[in-house]
């Protein structure tokens, strides 16, 4: 009988042609209804899941009755309850390394972005306000040669690094659960405890992944630490940072400015950080390019389908139980 795969977000349209080739295919929709309502009917009798930005836990999964695998579009897998996972035996993949120079770039974007106040003085120009020679207010802060603190050096941590030093010159300082000797060599990195990167950073880059222990790592008590010209850069998970903290620091002048792609709560449709000039906000787009995403949807096709061939999908991410 064929085999039944439940596809929870959008997907490259490439990619869902194939998976049409090969199973059933049935597409959640939320035009369609209720979600919940929807992958607990589809998922009695599914083998697979893929998508992406989706919490998927015991709640939603309880109907599943033979699923042996999700294959989640994405590097990061918070959204995902891996302990109830691991007790059902179901496999759970993901996207790494693909996106990571794209990520990387992304985070670039954000701190001279936030650094030069590109979009606010974008906004400023076209709204005619360009009578005089620009002043204080309209002034940015250096790059080149300035120290770059990155918390978290897994494999996108590292690519900004990369850029930091290589492109711009950077003095690098990280924070990591480990000190990385032979990635950082060549780029000089040098480990430092959190609070003396905040203190000494001119640039602040949150690159780590999001468990128990990075929850909420930058609070207020953090922005306190950095320094009032520092640019703080978010690309890894809202929830590492208090949100709250973040607005009272860019509204009070703690730091001079921010950028992020990631919210406690996503899609992020009001906010406080809407109303401040000296943020740029992006909606969650790291990997958001075309290639790069269509390498992902490759990635999490081939898991999908090694998972459903009886063979050990590459990239797992929980227990490779005999499945
Ligand atoms: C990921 O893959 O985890 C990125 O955040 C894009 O969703």
Known sequence: MQKKVVVFSQIDTEILEKLQARYQVVIINPKMGDVNEQMQRELVDADGMIGAGRVLNEKNLATAQKLKIISSVSVGYDNYDLSYLNQKKIWLSHTPHVLTETTADLAFTLLMSAARQVPNLDQWTKQGQWKRTVGTAQFGQDIFGKTLGIIGLGHIGAAVARRGF??????????????????????????????????????????????????????????????????????????????????????????????????????????PLFSLENVVTLPHVGSATAETRKKMANLAYQNLVDALEARTPRYLVNENFSN
């Open 166 to 271: 290589y492109g711009f010159n950077m003095n690098i300082l990280y924070h990591n659960r480990r000190e990385k000797i032979e990635l950082v060599q060549p780029l000089n990195a040098q480990y430092r405890s959190l609070k003396d990167l905040l203190q000494q950073s001119d640039f602040v880059v949150v690159a780590v992944d999001l468990n128990a222990d990075s929850k909420a790592l930058i609070d207020a008590n953090a922005f306190d630490l950095m320094q009032k010209h520092a640019v703080f850069v978010n690309i890894s998970r809202g929830s590492v940072v208090d949100e709250q903290a973040l607005t009272e620091a860019l509204q009070q002048g703690k730091i001079f400015s921010a950028g992020l792609d990631v919210y406690q709560k996503e899609p992020l449709q009001v906010s």
